[in-house]
C-alpha cells in the first residue's frame, strides 16, 4: 500500500533528498540530529582551527614555557587567556585540540576513504567476477581478519616508518598513518560490498544489460557499484569513528603524528605523563574530545544502519 | 442467521502523507457453512479485510469506523487479551505461504497439540488424539507417523493441509483464508481448495476466502465480493457474479482471464483498469526510427534453430568423477522457430524452459549443443564483439518487473542505454526524442522518461521492460513468463501489448510461460517441456484439442476449466 508521492518531475534533486523517508526519518530522530550536530561543530571547528583559535600551537614566537602547566582558567590560578589552560611547553590546550581534532579528522576521512575505494574495488571485482580472482581475495581478507586492525596498522606503520629516510619520517609521518589505518581496514568493505554484489548480480537488470551486451566493467560500475553504496555508506560512517580511535591509539603509542603537529591522541599521550602530577587537564580535554566526537559519529552511523535497513522500518 | 457481520467497515493508515484508507464501507455477512470470496487485484484492501476480523492490522492502520460482530459479539473494541482469547478459538486463519505458517523447529503434532490445548481445556492425550483425528481429516496419509516429523519433511501441498488443520485446531467458527492456494501448482491446488469446501460443509464453518484468482473463486466459493480500490463495487452469489457481471469493473476483471478453450485476438475491457492512464501514442512505424533501419541480413529458413542443446549444472565440485553432482537442467533440446512466429514454451517449474531462453539470449553458455540464429552459429561465436551483432537483434523481457529495472536509474537512462550503447541514433536529442516516443508507444507517456523505476506499478515497469527490449530494434523477442508477477489485469494489458507489438513490427518471439491458457492466446506452436527435455512440439491448436503426448494430456486435465464464467465480449480467433 504505497502513497502516491508527489509528482517527481518539478523536483529539483534537493526537493527529492528533502522529501525522502531517509531524510524524514532523520529530521524526527532527535538524537541523530544531535549526533549529526556534533559532529558538524567539530568538522567545522577543525576547518576553521586557523581562524577561531586563540593561539597557532605551532608558533615558537607564541609560545613560552613560563606559561606552561597552567591549570584551566576557572582554577584558583589559571590565566584567563588559556580557557583550558596550556600544556607542558606552554602552548595553549583549546588551540592544540582545535588543531589536534584537525589532525584526527583528516587521519579518520583519509583513511576510511582508501580503505573504501579499496575495499569497495575489490569486493565488487570478486563478486562480480567470481573464481580463483574471488577465493584469493577473499582469503586474503580472512587472514587480515584473524588479526586485530590496530596490530594490522602498527606493522604496516613500522614497516614504512623503517623504509622512510629519517630525515622525512617527520614530515610523512601523517601519510603513513592514514596508508597503514586505511590498509588495515579494506576487508572489512571487501566483505560488505561482496555480498552486496552477489545479491544484486542475481537481479534481473544486471542480466539485462548483460543481453544488451554491455562489459563487465560498465555493468560494474554502472548497473553493481550504486546499488551496493548503501551498507558500504553506514558501514564508512562508523568506520570513520573507528579509524579517529585508530588513529588516537597509534599516536598514543608514539606510532603516530610526532609531538611537533600534534593530534588528540598525541596530546593524550602527553598528558598521560603529567596525569600523576596533577595536571589533569592535559590529559583529560583531547580525550573529552575525542569521546564526544567518536560517540557522535558512531550515532550517526547507528541510525543511518536503522534508517536504510528496510526490515526495521 | 449470519454467523460473522462486517458492517461499514474503513481501515485506515496514517502516513506522514496524510491518512491513506486502505477500505471502506464495507459491509458483508458470512453464514455458517457458507464461503465467501473476496476478489480484487493487488492492493484492493481484500487482506485488509481479513486482517481487520482476525485482529492482525499492522500499526499504525485501525479500524476507523464500523462494527465487526461474531455471533451478535462486538469483536472489533476488544483488549489485548480478548482479541488473544478469539483469535484461532473462534476465527482460524490460513496464510498464503505454508512454509513460513509454521515453525520449522518443532514437530508438526507437538504444533497442533499445543495450539489445542491454548484454547481448549484438554488434557495432553485427548489433545493428541484429536490432533490425530485432523491429520487424518486433512488427508495426510500415516498420522501417527507424520505427527513426529518437521514442516520441512512435507511437500508444499501437505504443509498446507497441516496449516488448514492448526486453524481447525479450536473448532473455530469462521475461517479466514488470504490466498491459501497461490504458492501451490494447480494440481494440488485443486485438493486442496475441495478440502476446504468439504471441511465447511462438514463443520459449518463460515470461511471468508480472499483470492485474486477468478478460478478459485468459481471452483469453491457460495457468494462473492468484487473489491476495487478499497470499495465494494459487487456483491452476490457467485454463479451469478461470474456469469453476468453488472458493473463494469467485473466485466473487464473477468474478460482479462485467460480462457483455456477459445483463442482471443485481444483481451476486451481491459481500459477500465488501465491505471497506466496514458493510451498508447500512435507511430507511423513506417517512418519511424523503430521501422527504420532494420539492417537484417535476409536469409531462408527458421530464425533460431536449436540442436541437441544440453545445459548441465554442477551441484557439488569434487576432485574425482565420483564425488561430482550434475543436475541436467536441459537434455538434448531441438526445435526451430520460423520468422513472424511466436513459439510458445510450457512446463511446470524446475523443466528447464528458462535455462532454454537464458542460452539463446547468452546468459549462459551450453554445455553442448549448437544454436542458430539467422544462420549463424551463436555457441561457435567466441567473441564477446561478434556476439554484440546478434545481440542486438534478440532482447529478452524478464519475468520480475520489480528486479528487472534498476533502481539507482532514470527511466530514460534505462531505455537509452541499448542505444548508447549499440550506437543506433545519432547523438544525445535524437536518443532522447527516440525514448520518449518508445515509451509513448508502449502507452507510459513522455513524462515517465524522468521519473525512477519505483514510482511505477508492477505492470508499469514491464512496460518499461518491453520498451527497453524495443531499444534495439530486434527481430527476436525472448518473454520470459512477462507476466506471472502480475495480477490478472494487468496481464491481459501486457499481452495485448505484446500481441500488438508482435503485428506491427513483425517480431518473432520465444514465449515461456508455466500458464497453459496464457500459452493459448499468445502462440502459434508450443513446445512442452518436462524435466530438462522436450516431450511435444505442435501447433498450439493441436496441442489443446488433441495432444499426442501423455504428459500434455496430464498437464491439461489440471487446467482449471472456469466455465462459469461471463463471455461478455470475447471474440474468438
Known amino acids: ?313 | 442467521m449470519s454467523l460473522l457481520d462486517i458492517k461499514d467497515l474503513r481501515v485506515e493508515f496514517p502516513t506522514r502523507r496524510g491518512v491513506f484508507v486502505a477500505v471502506e464501507d464495507i459491509t458483508l455477512s458470512v453464514a455458517p457453512g457458507e464461503i465467501v470470496g473476496v476478489v480484487g487485484e493487488s492492493g484492493a484492501g481484500k487482506s485488509t479485510i481479513g486482517n481487520a476480523v482476525i485482529g492482525l492490522l499492522e500499526p499504525p492502520g485501525h479500524v476507523a469506523r464500523g462494527e465487526l460482530t461474531l455471533e451478535g459479539q462486538r469483536i472489533n473494541a476488544l483488549d489485548r487479551s480478548g482479541v488473544r482469547e478469539m483469535r484461532g478459538r473462534r476465527i482460524g486463519m490460513i496464510f498464503q505461504d505454508p512454509l513460513t505458517s509454521l515453525n520449522p523447529l518443532q514437530p508438526v503434532g507437538a504444533q497442533l497439540i499445543e495450539t489445542i490445548t491454548t484454547h481448549l481445556s484438554l488434557d495432553a492425550r485427548a489433545a493428541r488424539s484429536k490432533a490425530l483425528d485432523l491429520l487424518t481429516r486433512v488427508g495426510i496419509p500415516e498420522p501417527e507417523v507424520r505427527m513426529e516429523q518437521y514442516p520441512h519433511q512435507f511437500s508444499g501441498g501437505m504443509r498446507q493441509r497441516v496449516v488448514i488443520a492448526l486453524a481447525l485446531c479450536a473448532d473455530p467458527e469462521v475461517v479466514i483464508a488470504d490466498e491459501p492456494t497461490t504458492a501451490l501448482d494447480v494440481s494440488i491446488q485443486a485438493q486442496i481448495l475441495d478440502l476446504m469446501r468439504e471441511l465447511c460443509r462438514e463443520r459449518s464453518v463460515g470461511m471468508i476466502l480472499i483470492t485474486h484468482d477468478m478460478g478459485v473463486i468459481a471452483d469453491v466459493t457460495d457468494r462473492v465480493v468484487v473489491m476495487y480500490r478499497g470499495r465494494v463495487v459487487e456483491m452476490g452469489a457467485t454463479a451469478d457474479i461470474l456469469g453476468e457481471p453488472e458493473h463494469a469493473y467485473t466485466k473487464s476483471l473477468i474478460s482479462a482471464v485467460p480462457r483455456p478453450d477459445i483463442r482471443l485476438h485481444r483481451f476486451p475491457l481491459v481500459e477500465y483498469i488501465e491505471s497506466a492512464g496514458d493510451a498508447r501514442g500512435n507511430l507511423d512505424i513506417e517512418t519511424h526510427w523503430l521501422g527504420q533501419n532494420r539492417d537484417f541480413a535476409e536469409h531462408d529458413g527458421p530464425l533460431l534453430q536449436l540442436d541437441d542443446l544440453c545445459m548441465r549444472f554442477i551441484t557439488r565440485r569434487g576432485f574425482t568423477a565420483a564425488t561430482r553432482k550434475f543436475l541436467d537442467a536441459v537434455k538434448d533440446v531441438s526445435f526451430a522457430v520460423e520468422p513472424g512466429e511466436v513459439f510458445g514454451l510450457v512446463g511446470e517449474s524446475g523443466s528447464g524452459k528458462s535455462t532454454v531462453a537464458r542460452m539463446v539470449a547468452g546468459l549462459h553458455r551450453p554445455t553442448s549443443g549448437r544454436i542458430h540464429f539467422a544462420g549463424a552459429e551463436l555457441t561457435a561465436l567466441k567473441a564477446e564483439r561478434e556476439l554484440n551483432r546478434y545481440r542486438r537483434q534478440m532482447q529478452m523481457i524478464f519475468q520480475d518487473p520489480y528486479s528487472s529495472l534498476n533502481p539507482r536509474m532514470r527511466v530514460l537512462d534505462i531505455v537509452a542505454e541499448p542505444i548508447r550503447f549499440h550506437k543506433l541514433a545519432a547523438g544525445r536529442q535524437a536518443t532522447r526524442e527516440v525514448v520518449l516516443d518508445l515509451l509513448e508507444h508502449v502507452g507510459l507517456g513522455k513524462a515517465a522518461a524522468v521519473k525512477y523505476p519505483h514510482e511505477f506499478s508492477g505492470g508499469q515497469r514491464q512496460r518499461i521492460s518491453i520498451a527497453r527490449a524495443l531499444a534495439t530494434r530486434p527481430r527476436f523477442l525472448i518473454c520470459d513468463e512477462p507476466t506471472s508477477a502480475l495480477d490478472v489485469s494487468i496481464q491481459a494489458q501486457i499481452l495485448n501489448l505484446l500481441k500488438d507489438l508482435q503485428e506491427e513490427l513483425g517480431l518473432t518471439m520465444l514465449f515461456i510461460s508455466h500458464d497453459l491458457p496464457v500459452i493459448r492466446q499468445m502462440c502459434d506452436r508450443v513446445g512442452v517441456m518436462r524435466h530438462g527435455q522436450l516431450c511435444e512440439v505442435a501447433e498450439t491448436e493441436t496441442l489443446f484439442e488433441s495432444p499426442s503426448h501423455e504428459y500434455s494430456r496430464h498437464l491439461l486435465e489440471l487446467m482449471p476449466k472456469l466455465s462459469g464464467l461471463s463471455r461478455q465480449g470475447l471474440d474468438a480467433e
Open chain 1, 1 to 313: 500500500m504505497s502513497v502516491p508521492s508527489s509528482d517527481s518531475e518539478t523536483q529539483t534533486w534537493w526537493q527529492r533528498i528533502a522529501d525522502s523517508d531517509v531524510f524524514y526519518s532523520f529530521t524526527h530522530s532527535p538524537l541523530a540530529l544531535a549526533a549529526a550536530a556534533v559532529t558538524v561543530v567539530f568538522v567545522l571547528a577543525a576547518l576553521c582551527a586557523p581562524l577561531i583559535a586563540p593561539f597557532d600551537p605551532f608558533d615558537p614566537s607564541q609560545i613560552s614555557l613560563w606559561d606552561g602547566k597552567k591549570p584551566p582558567a576557572w582554577e584558583a590560578d589559571g590565566d584567563p587567556a588559556y580557557l583550558l589552560g596550556t600544556d607542558n611547553q606552554g602552548r595553549d590546550m583549546l588551540s592544540t585540540i582545535l588543531y589536534g581534532g584537525r589532525i584526527s579528522l583528516a587521519v579518520g576521512f583519509a583513511s576510511v576513504a582508501l580503505g573504501m575505494v579499496l575495499g569497495v574495488g575489490l569486493g565488487v571485482i570478486s563478486g562480480y567476477l567470481g573464481g580463483w580472482f574471488d577465493a584469493v581475495i577473499m582469503r586474503l581478507a580472512d587472514v587480515q581478519l584473524t588479526i586485530p586492525g590496530i596490530l594490522t596498522a602498527i606493522l604496516i606503520n613500522g614497516i614504512l616508518r623503517s623504509v622512510l629516510p629519517p630525515e622525512l619520517r617527520d614530515e610523512l609521518a601523517i601519510y603513513v598513518v592514514i596508508l597503514a589505518i586505511g590498509l588495515s581496514d579494506w576487508p572489512q568493505f571487501a566483505r560488505v560490498a561482496r555480498g552486496a554484489t552477489l545479491v544484486e548480480a542475481q537481479r534481473e537488470y544486471v542480466q539485462a544489460a548483460r543481453v544488451i551486451g554491455l562489459g563487465p566493467v560498465t555493468i560494474m560500475l554502472r548497473h553493481i557499484l550504486p546499488n551496493v553504496m548503501r551498507p558500504v555508506l553506514v558501514l564508512a560512517t562508523i568506520g570513520l569513528a573507528l579509524a579517529v580511535i585508530a588513529e588516537a591509539t597509534l599516536s598514543f603509542l608514539g606510532q603516530g603524528v610526532p609531538p611537533t603537529t600534534p593530534s588528540l591522541g598525541t596530546l593524550i599521550r602527553v598528558g598521560n605523563e603529567y596525569l600523576f602530577s596533577g595536571l589533569w587537564w592535559i590529559t583529560l580535554f583531547p580525550a573529552l574530545a575525542l569521546v564526544i566526537l567518536v560517540l557522535a559519529v558512531n550515532l550517526l552511523g547507528d541510525w543511518l544502519r536503522d534508517a536504510l535497513n528496510p526490515k526495521l522500518r
